[in-house]
Each structure stands twice: as structure tokens, then as C-alpha cells.
């Protein structure tokens, strides 16, 4: 059982930057690390993903350019860099393990085991 913890949501400004964190503890073994957002009443959807090894990345076309993943294996801490964000980036933003396509870097929520309790994210324009 892997018990994810996101943090470093707030308000900011449009084309204002954050970095979101998210530390994960409790499991072994390998796993990919994903981000998602969810606005309410809409479906969540993906943002981004970094394979166990952080070979491999995949982004949201909203999304790529702007913002970057990236994890620390020694710390189990996935990192999203957000910058030159936009009112639309408003979301609660989620952290995702998925230990079955750890080398992968998945995009679809289906396939992760774990989530974590999500991080507010409010861009003013």
C-alpha cells in the first residue's frame, strides 16, 4: 500500500508559476507517478507522467510547454513544475502511482493503484 501526500497548491496569478510535490511512502518495489486534475463537474483528466526510471514522460497537449515532471527516487517525490500558468489550470490536482506500468508512463486514470488526497490550485486572471 503506497500512501501519496501532494502539497504546493495555492493561488498565484496568471503566468505565474508553481511546483507541485507529492511524497509517497509505505511501498517497494518500482512504480510510474502521474499527475491529474479535476474541475467539479467535470471529468478528471490527465496531466502528466514520469515512468519508475523517469525515462520516459508524457503530457497533456493543454499542458505541454508549460509545465514539466520530474521525480527524485532517492526522497519517493514526484515534482510538477507549473509555469506560465492560465485560469484553465484551475483544479484540484491529484498524484497517482501505478505500480503494474512502472517503466511507463501512463495517461489513463484506469490504469493507477494509488492516489492521493489532491491539492487546490486557483489561477486568477
Known amino acids: 500500500q503506497v500512501q501519496l501526500v501532494e502539497s504546493g497548491g495555492g493561488l498565484v496569478q496568471a503566468g505565474g508559476s508553481l511546483k507541485l510535490s507529492c511524497k509517497a511512502s509505505?511501498?517497494?518495489?518500482?512504480?510510474?507517478m502521474g499527475w491529474f486534475r479535476q474541475v467539479p463537474g467535470k471529468e478528471r483528466e490527465f496531466v502528466a507522467a514520469?515512468?519508475?526510471?523517469?525515462?520516459?514522460?508524457n503530457y497533456a497537449d493543454s499542458v505541454k510547454g508549460r509545465f514539466t515532471i520530474s521525480r527524485n527516487s532517492a526522497e519517493n517525490e514526484v515534482i510538477l513544475q507549473m509555469n506560465s500558468l492560465k485560469s484553465e489550470d484551475t483544479a484540484l490536482y491529484y498524484c497517482?502511482?501505478?505500480?503494474?506500468?512502472?517503466?511507463?508512463?501512463?495517461?489513463?486514470?484506469?490504469?493507477?493503484?494509488?492516489w492521493g488526497q489532491g491539492t487546490q490550485v486557483t489561477v486568477s486572471s
Open positions: 514520469i515512468s519508475w526510471g523517469g525515462g520516459q514522460t
Open positions: 509505505g511501498g517497494t518495489g518500482s512504480y510510474a
Open positions: 497517482a502511482a501505478d505500480h503494474t506500468a512502472a517503466w511507463q508512463a501512463p495517461i489513463t486514470g484506469g490504469e493507477y493503484d494509488w
